[in-house]
């Protein structure tokens, strides 16, 4: 089982990225998807998550990142609208196959090896 997290980048404040998650070896189909960073000398945060058509987000991104996801393409996106300088971490994606929706890192079973998101003010 892989996932493999790719998109970040270098954006100004107020830019838009979309990061995706690819993942192999299993389909996550009736699993928690869900999205985590980890800014420099913090943390691992939680983001975001999905399972099937419910979604959960951090306060601090409400109504400016998006999680979905295409079941074809077994890819995990992140659309990140209004990025805010304190946005850039390392962003990761994890799969929880035996949980419902939640913020607790340790409940994910699988993660990826992480995006560097820079938000420039």
């Known amino acids: 089982v892989q996932l493999q997290a790719y998109g970040g980048g270098l954006v100004q404040a107020g830019g838009s990225l979309r990061l995706s998650c690819e993942t192999s070896?299993?389909?996550?189909?009736?699993?928690?998807m869900g999205w985590f960073r980890q800014a420099p000398g913090k943390d691992r945060e939680f983001v975001a998550a999905?399972?099937?058509?419910?979604?959960y987000y951090v306060d601090s991104v409400k109504g400016r990142f998006t999680i979905s996801r295409d079941m074809f393409k077994n890819t995990l996106y992140l659309q990140m609208n209004s990025l805010r300088p304190e946005d850039t971490a390392v962003y990761f994606c994890?799969?929880?196959?035996?949980?419902?929706?939640?913020?607790?890192?340790?409940?994910?079973?699988?993660w990826g090896q992480g995006t560097l998101v820079t938000v420039s003010s």
């Open positions: 994890a799969a929880g196959t035996r949980t419902a929706i939640t913020t607790n890192a340790s409940a994910y079973d699988y």
């Open positions: 070896g299993r389909t996550f189909r009736n699993d928690v």
């Open positions: 999905l399972k099937w058509r419910i979604t």
